[in-house]
C-alpha cells in the first residue's frame, strides 16, 4: 500500500533545494541497488528552480549520470526552443550541463517530440503523444506500458491540475500511457501528458508547491477531494507518495 508524507518547508526557495537535496539522495539510494534509473520532471517555477539547485549542489558529482534516464510529465505542444516548453527551461536550469560535463548522455533525455515537421518531430498533439507512448514502452520491462518510475516529480497549479490534467477535463479519464490534450484552460491550449495510469505506476510521486494560491487546492487534495474538482489528488505513487510544500502552499490544512 502507498504511503503519503507531507514535508512544508518555510519558503520556495528553501523548498526548491530541499527537494533538490532530496531527489540527488533518491538517485544515489536507488543506484546503489539497481540501474537504470527513472526521473521524471516537471516544470514550473519551483520544478525549475529545483533543476537549477540540483545543478549548484556538490551531491550532484557522486550521481552516475550515465544510467539515468530523464522524461517529463507533460509538455506544452510548441517548436522545439520555444522558451514556454518544460525541455527548453529545464535544458537551461541543468541538463545542457549534465550532458556537457557529468556524462549524461543525450539520449538518456527522453523529451516529449516538439510541434514541427522535421526529424522527431510532430505536426500534432496526437502524433506526439503516440510517438512518447512508444518511446517509454521501450524502455518498459515485460508487458509494461512504461518504465517503473523511481521518481516522478509533478508541480501543481492553484487550480489543483497536475501534469496537464485539468479539473473537468476530458483527459482526466484518459486510457493508456499518454495523452493529446486539447482547449486546455491554461495556454497553450495543446499539450501532451502522462495519464494517471502512467503516474500511479512511478515508485514515488512527489507533489511540489509553492505560494498561497495553492494552499485551498492542496488542503483539497489531502483530504481526498473529488477528482474532477481537484486532479492533484490522483497523484498517488505505487510505493510513496510525497507532498512537497512550502509553509504558504501547506497553510489550508486543519
Do not use: C
Not at 528553501?14 to 537535496?21: G, K, P, R, S
Not at 539547485?53 to 526552443?81: I, N, T, Y
Not at 487550480?159 to 479519464?173: K, Q, R
Amino acid at each position: 500500500m502507498s504511503t503519503r508524507l507531507v514535508v512544508v518547508h518555510p519558503d520556495p526557495t528553501v523548498l526548491a533545494e530541499a527537494a533538490a537535496a532530496r531527489l540527488l539522495t533518491r538517485i544515489l539510494d536507488v543506484q546503489s541497488v539497481r540501474s537504470p534509473v527513472h526521473v521524471v520532471l516537471t516544470g514550473g517555477t519551483v520544478g525549475i528552480k529545483t533543476l537549477a539547485a540540483v545543478a549548484g549542489s556538490p551531491l550532484r558529482a557522486a550521481v552516475d549520470w550515465s544510467v539515468v534516464h530523464l522524461w517529463w510529465g507533460d509538455e506544452r505542444f510548441l517548436p522545439a526552443g520555444d522558451a514556454d516548453r518544460n525541455e527548453t527551461q529545464a535544458r537551461d536550469a541543468l541538463l545542457d550541463d549534465l550532458v556537457a560535463s557529468s556524462g549524461l548522455p543525450a539520449g538518456n533525455i527522453h523529451a516529449v517530440p516538439a510541434r514541427g515537421d522535421g526529424p522527431g518531430e510532430a505536426e500534432t498533439a496526437e502524433d506526439a503523444a503516440t510517438a512518447y507512448a512508444a518511446e517509454l514502452a521501450g524502455f518498459a520491462a515485460g508487458d509494461a506500458a512504461t518504465p517503473s518510475f523511481d521518481v516522478l516529480l509533478l508541480g501543481m497549479g492553484p487550480d489543483g491540475h497536475v501534469a496537464s490534467l485539468f479539473p473537468e477535463h476530458p483527459a482526466l479519464g484518459a486510457a493508456g500511457a499518454v495523452v493529446p490534450v486539447h482547449d486546455s484552460p491554461k495556454p497553450p491550449p495543446d499539450r501532451v501528458s502522462l495519464t494517471f495510469a502512467t503516474i500511479g505506476h512511478a515508485r514515488e510521486v512527489w507533489v511540489v508547491a509553492a505560494g498561497s494560491e495553492k494552499a485551498a487546492q492542496a488542503a483539497a487534495a489531502l483530504a481526498d477531494g473529488p477528482v474532477t474538482q481537484v486532479p492533484a489528488v490522483r497523484a498517488v505513487g505505487h510505493d510513496r507518495t510525497l507532498w512537497l510544500l512550502d509553509a504558504a502552499a501547506a497553510a489550508g490544512r486543519d
